[in-house]
Every structure is written in structure tokens, then in C-alpha cells.
């Protein structure tokens, strides 16, 4: 294992002192518990947005917290659920009166630990709303999930209803708003390698030279099959056909695309891959409006991408262009 890091058990520590030194004017850390909050918190009168889970998916979700995306985020250890006790210290510095949106991955461990603060959240007086993010249309169920994984439709719903709140809107409209940007969006994932755990020291998994893992997780479960590496352009079709007959799109829609790059697959080829999305959909009549090219929910260091499609309408996509400023997106401002 090849990694510039300290010790192992000090990653996410030493990640998120990187985090704060980096960007005190945006957000601030705090730990013991660890969670990331932005730098006017609590904002009186606006619904607080609150996110997390494992680390290892930088910039998700602490890269998201400031003006117009997130109020506070919570970072587990690495691909390991932040605990109860982290999102209620959470929502209590970011509770500006107005409520709090809870917005999960559905991940077991992430829906069983965020249910459990909601309820404490409750218990201290914070009106809350969860909405469970699920929009992987790789498998039914994986290792780590009944249901539908949450995957690329998290960062679109932050960033859309981080702008809603932002504009005051109440928190049941926000947490609406956030349903249906879950609804609207379907994703798919590949990879060309694994990814390897500081504390593990080893792959997750192995992918022979000429293998790709079709529909895999962001914590490197398997997906729906391995498949001898293709090119771009069958690889793009392969998965955005996946994606294209699960809503189903049909000629006309616009829709925000979204190809993310998994942490160690380089800008040009994320590019190529847009490049094949772009004329794929456009053959069948669906115009890409907006578009987010880059790593932006990673995976460690794993080889691949996912793509994600938004089904647009005029009030998602001016909630999409409204001003954002975090580390990780910033436009507008």
C-alpha cells in the first residue's frame, strides 16, 4: 500500500485538519465528536441541511458544507457510518430554528444511525425531516444496503436544496424539493480497479487486467456483473442504457448530467466519457442542459466513473445555478 498518509488510524483526523486549514473561511471542524459545520452557523430562520457517512468519498459531504449547499456534515471512519451521537452535536450547532433536513444514503448503517439521531434531534426540540437517497440502478440489494443504493443524486440534492433553504423556503417544501430530485435521478458506477482501506492495507477486491466491474458501489461492493474491458463508447452505452430504461427518459426531457470520477481516474478520460454521453442522449433526443464533470464523490482510490442523469424542470434547474460556495462546488459568488 502506497498512500501519503501518517498512520492509518489517523486519516480521517489528519483529512479533516486539512480540511479546516484549508478553508477556516468557509466551514469550521470540530471534534469529539467530529463534524463539520459552516462558518455563520446556526443561520436563524433557515432550514438547516445536514448530511454524512463514511469518509473516503472527498469531497463528499464535509467539501459541501457552506453558503447555498450544506449547514453541517458528519464524518464516519473510513466507508463507516458517522454515529448518533456526532449528528445531534451536529444538528444543535446548525439548528437556526427553522428545522432540519436530514439527507441519507441508503446505506444499512447510515439509515439505522441517522433514524436514531433524528430521534434525539426531536427529543431536544429540532423539527426534523429525513429523506433516504437511493437512486444506484446497479443492484436491488448489495452488501451493505436493502434496496437501492445512494449514490451520485446525494451531491445534485445538496447542492439543489441547499438553494431552496437558502432562499428561506420551509423545511416540508425542502424536504419535498429533495424527494424529488431522488425521483428524478438514476445512476450507474464501473470500475477498473479496487480500492484499497488504509486499515485494511490490501485491495477490497480483485479485478484481473482485462476485467471491469459493471454497477460497482462507492465502498467497492460488487455490482451487477464483470465484463471484459470495452471501450469508451461501449462502456457509456452499456451504462446509460441502465440508467435511460429505469426512469424511463424519453425524447425531450433535459436533464443535468453528471459523471463522477471515482478518485483515481484522470479529468481526460471523464471527459471522453462525457464526450459518448453527450451524443448518446442527443440521438435520443435528450439534451443535456447542465452538466458536473469531475471527482466529486469518490471512492478512495479506485479507477472509474458513474454517471448520473437529473430529470430537469425549470424550478430544479434554477435552484441548480443559484450561487454555491463550499470547497468542493463553488459558482455564482
Not at 448489495?142 to 423545511?171: W, Y
Request: charged share 20%; with cysteine; proline share 5%.
Amino acid at each position: 500500500m502506497k498512500k501519503l498518509i501518517n498512520r492509518p488510524d489517523d486519516v480521517v483526523r489528519d483529512g479533516l485538519a486539512g480540511l479546516a486549514a484549508a478553508h477556516a473561511g468557509m466551514l469550521r471542524v470540530h471534534t469529539d465528536p467530529d463534524y463539520v459545520v459552516r462558518t455563520d452557523a446556526p443561520v436563524l430562520g433557515k432550514v438547516a441541511i445536514l448530511s454524512g457517512g463514511g469518509s473516503g468519498h472527498e469531497p463528499m459531504h464535509g467539501g459541501f458544507v457552506g453558503r447555498g449547499m450544506l449547514d453541517a456534515a458528519c464524518p464516519g471512519q473510513v466507508f463507516t457510518s458517522p454515529t448518533p451521537d456526532q449528528m445531534l452535536a451536529a444538528a444543535q450547532a446548525v439548528d437556526g430554528g427553522a428545522g432540519l433536513l436530514l439527507i441519507v444514503k441508503n446505506y444499512t448503517g447510515d439509515v439505522m444511525n441517522f433514524e436514531m439521531a433524528a430521534e434525539l434531534a426531536v427529543d431536544s426540540g429540532i423539527a426534523v425531516e429525513s429523506v433516504v437517497i437511493d437512486d444506484d440502478v446497479a443492484v436491488q440489494d448489495s452488501l451493505h444496503t436493502a434496496g437501492r443504493r445512494g449514490v451520485g443524486a446525494t451531491v445534485l440534492a445538496e447542492k439543489i436544496c441547499g438553494a431552496a433553504a437558502e432562499e428561506g423556503r420551509p423545511l416540508a417544501e425542502v424536504a419535498e424539493l429533495c424527494r424529488r430530485v431522488n425521483a428524478a435521478t438514476r445512476s450507474m458506477g464501473v470500475a477498473l480497479t479496487s480500492c484499497t482501506v488504509p486499515l485494511v492495507g490490501k485491495p477490497t477486491f480483485e479485478l484481473g487486467p482485462d476485467e471491469l466491474e459493471f454497477g460497482v458501489g462507492i465502498h467497492g461492493e460488487p455490482g451487477r456483473e464483470r465484463r471484459p474491458v470495452a471501450t469508451a463508447a461501449a462502456v457509456v452505452e452499456a451504462m446509460a442504457g441502465a440508467i435511460l430504461d429505469d426512469l424511463p427518459f424519453v425524447a425531450g426531457d433535459r436533464v443535468l448530467a453528471f459523471v463522477d470520477g471515482l478518485g483515481a481516474t484522470p479529468l481526460l478520460e471523464l471527459y471522453i466519457v462525457y464526450h459518448e454521453l453527450e451524443r448518446l442522449l442527443a440521438a435520443r433526443g435528450i439534451t443535456i442542459a447542465r452538466h458536473l464533470i469531475g471527482p466529486y464523490m469518490t471512492a478512495l482510490d479506485m479507477a472509474g466513473c458513474s454517471i448520473s442523469l437529473l430529470r430537469l424542470d425549470d424550478e430544479l434547474t434554477a435552484l441548480w445555478d443559484a450561487p454555491v460556495v463550499t470547497p468542493g462546488l463553488r459558482w455564482g459568488a
